[in-house]
């Protein structure tokens, strides 16, 4: 089993621009979620998924965007990157929500 | 509203010595609790959990929990620690009430000195 796979590992983008990230996993978990991860704030909750075509916002989901078409993949959209945007992405799964997450490596993104 | 409060932004101790990361939460309900590691530049690593079973939590590494629910902590122990140790850790939460939610601490980072 891969885990859980995240693309790119590293970005630079432009104010403005828009990107996707890519989060898969191959464990046939229920439940996946997108973090950030900024100095001093722990992770932060962006948005998360308890299935296939069920999506909901968690704390910060301001500027992001994602959907759920398939168990494998959650990929998340930033529609107009901006500077306070620049920070670690996580993708994590779990086999449903209250069991433990299993974590992608991120994807460090800076927008300039 | 649930949350999770990690006492302790940065813990320093000499190796060979006990670890002790405080954390603390609250819920309305009967919560799931994890702890993770992250060590410089990787991901995150599960070292235990506490769902309703045992309140006392064995998990990797020699690190162990106790789930203390008349004073609302989950306190991180290991008896003696290794200069491996130092990484930064956080308790997370499952939260619910209508949301499926995880919430994470702010995090602590462990310095162990030789």
């Known amino acids: 089993n891969a885990g859980v796979t995240q693309t790119p590992k590293f970005q630079v983008l432009k104010t403005g621009q828009s990107m996707t990230l890519q989060c898969a996993q191959d464990?046939?978990?229920?439940?996946m979620s997108w973090y950030r991860q900024d100095p001093g704030m722990g992770l932060r909750l962006i948005h998360y998924?308890?299935?296939?075509?069920?999506?909901d916002q968690g704390e910060v989901p301001n500027g992001y965007n994602v959907s759920r078409s398939t168990t494998e993949d959650f990929p998340l959209r930033l529609l107009s990157a901006a500077p306070s945007q620049t920070s670690v992405y996580f993708c994590?799964?779990?086999?449903?929500?209250?069991?433990?997450?299993?974590f992608g490596p991120g994807t460090r993104l800076t927008v300039t | 509203a649930q949350s999770v409060t990690q006492l302790d932004s940065h813990v320093s101790v000499s190796e060979g010595t006990p670890v002790l990361l405080r954390c603390n939460y609250s819920?309305?309900?009967?919560?799931?609790l994890f702890w993770y590691v992250q060590h410089p530049n990787k991901g995150l690593q599960l070292l235990l959990k506490?769902?309703?079973?045992?309140?006392l939590v064995k998990g990797i590494n020699g690190f162990e929990a106790e789930f203390k629910k008349s004073e609302t902590s989950f306190h991180l122990t290991k008896p003696s620690a290794h200069m491996s140790d130092a990484a930064e850790y956080f308790c997370?939460?499952?939260?619910?009430?209508?949301?499926?939610?995880?919430?994470f601490g702010t995090g602590t980072r462990l310095k162990v000195l030789a």
């Open positions: 994590a799964s779990s086999y449903a929500w209250g069991f433990e997450q299993y």
């Open positions: 464990m046939n978990h229920e439940y």
């Open positions: 998924s308890v299935g296939a075509g069920i999506t």
């Open positions: 819920s309305s309900y009967s919560p799931s």
């Open positions: 506490y769902t309703s079973a045992a309140t």
């Open positions: 997370v939460v499952s939260v619910s009430s209508g949301t499926y939610k995880y919430i």
